[in-house]
């Protein structure tokens, strides 16, 4: 899980990470504007975790978490062509899912699901419904009209990696 301030600290490989998943999500995500892709992967609010095969990336999500708000969004997220729906994208999930939880302790995810994406997102327990109260989302997240907007609350009780 890799944000730009990393460069910081002179890591250049994780900025070439960051690089091919912005590749990645223009490619993945077509409806998006490139810049706008661009500006969010490397905004140091926002980290990216990064799905590897012998270090090159071949997916990934970036996110924003708002740990006063307990809740985080996922803003993009793709696997490249050639591996999908081969399971990769439930395990980024589960990972997303556990790093968050355990590491931000934020108890929901929302994201705004691609109309393609829906039937991904609800077989990774997103739904439609949104239960959390407004109060605590209503002017953090950015309104998309392309999407649907979904939920996810993180079950505290489960390791979604083993
Ligand atoms: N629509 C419906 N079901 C899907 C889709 C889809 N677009 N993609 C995968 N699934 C299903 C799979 O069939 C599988 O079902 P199963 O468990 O019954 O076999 C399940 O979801 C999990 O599939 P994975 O193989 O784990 O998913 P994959 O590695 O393909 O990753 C992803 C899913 C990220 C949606 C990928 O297909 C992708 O990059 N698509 C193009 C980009 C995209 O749509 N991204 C999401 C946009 S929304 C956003 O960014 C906030």
Redesign the pocket.
């Known amino acids: 899980c890799i944000r730009y301030d990393d460069r910081k600290e002179g890591n250049t490989t994780h900025l070439e990470w960051l690089l091919a998943l912005k590749n990645i999500f223009s490619r993945?995500?077509p409806n998006m504007p490139k810049e706008y892709i661009a500006r969010l992967v490397f905004d140091k609010h926002h980290r990216s975790m990064v799905a590897l095969k012998k270090d090159k990336v071949f997916?990934g999500c970036t996110f924003r978490c708002f740990e006063n708000q307990e809740f985080g969004e996922?803003?993009?997220?793709?696997?490249a062509a050639q591996?999908?729906?081969?399971?990769?994208?439930?395990?980024l999930m589960n990972h997303l899912k556990e790093f968050a939880k355990r590491e931000e302790k934020l108890t929901h995810f929302l994201?705004?699901?691609?109309n393609?994406?829906i039937?991904?997102f609800q077989?990774q327990g997103f739904t439609r419904e949104i239960f959390l109260e407004r109060e605590k989302w209503g002017g953090f997240i950015k309104d998309y009209d392309g999407?649907t907007l979904m939920e996810c609350a993180l079950n505290f009780q489960l390791s979604y990696t083993q």
């Open positions: 993945q995500l997916g996922i803003v993009f997220l793709a696997i591996e999908q729906v081969r399971g990769y994208g439930t395990r994201t705004y699901a691609d393609n994406a039937g991904y077989k999407g």
